[in-house]
């Protein structure tokens, strides 16, 4: 089964065309990897997918249209996080809000129960009643992770989850993911500039406002391929295609 299908996928800003005829087909359980340079689209795309952008084309979600499609299923970790690091508020109450979907002033003992499951699934439990404010980078992520899965989705978009990650985070971060999905069955799309988890990925998405190419990654992670997306294959592209032909 598909779990996501887009066609002829197209995102307008202005003059500028950020996304021009995006398709392609993402089966169920995928771990899909976005990469690209900056400025491809690859934001976008998500957003695009979450309906957070006007676009052209189709996005279908288990075959249904994205207009009758519970937003629930989704689980969304951004790059950028809006929120005011001095807003007096809590950890736990920023995970609440994947469920809400608004500020929790008040919290219910089964809301605050299934608040800390989630940031248990991140080995973030003992950050429930920290302040925002006093969070790391790193901390922060594994909250908006733990925001994203307490609606235990079918498909879960993240854009850039390492960012502001030290190595080891990183490692764990990508653990929590791979065990959410062996649990769930969930359906993952990360826009990661990590070429290790891309390669790791089940497929790859390489694109620059179109798609470049698409598959597994020693099908899409080609010379070819990478050169038409970034310009250039540099040292790191270049060492990253070398050693995953062996």
Not at 50 to 69: I, K, M, N, S
Not at 110 to 115: C, I, M
């Amino acid at each position: 089964m598909l779990a996501l299908e887009i066609k002829d996928l197209s995102v307008r800003f202005g003059e500028f065309w950020a996304l021009e005829g995006v398709s392609l087909a993402v089966p169920e359980g995928a771990f899909v990897a976005i990469v690209g340079p900056n400025g491809a689209g690859k934001s976008t795309l998500l957003k695009a997918v979450l309906g957070l952008v006007p676009f052209r084309g189709e996005v279908r979600v288990y075959g249904l249209p994205l207009r009758q499609v519970d937003p629930m299923w989704f689980g969304y970790v951004p790059q950028i996080k809006t929120f005011d690091r001095s807003f007096p508020a809590l950890a736990l109450e920023l995970v609440l809000t994947g469920l809400r979907r608004s500020w929790p002033f008040r919290v219910s003992p089964k809301e605050r129960e299934e608040a800390l499951k989630a940031l248990a699934r991140v080995g973030a439990e003992g950050l429930a009643e920290r302040p925002l404010g006093r969070l790391s980078g790193g901390q922060l992520q594994r909250v908006y992770l733990a925001r994203a899965l307490i609606r235990k989705p079918r498909i879960l978009l993240l854009d850039e989850p390492a960012t502001g990650v030290d190595r080891v985070g990183e490692v764990d971060l990508y653990r929590y993911l791979e065990d959410y999905q062996k649990a769930s069955g969930a359906t993952v799309l990360m826009i990661t500039h990590d070429w290790e988890a891309a390669h790791h990925a089940t497929h790859v998405l390489v694109m620059n406002r179109k798609v470049v190419g698409f598959g597994p990654p020693e099908k899409a992670l080609t010379e070819a391929c990478l050169r038409q997306a970034f310009g250039h294959v540099g040292h790191a592209h270049g060492l990253f295609v070398e050693g995953s032909r062996g």
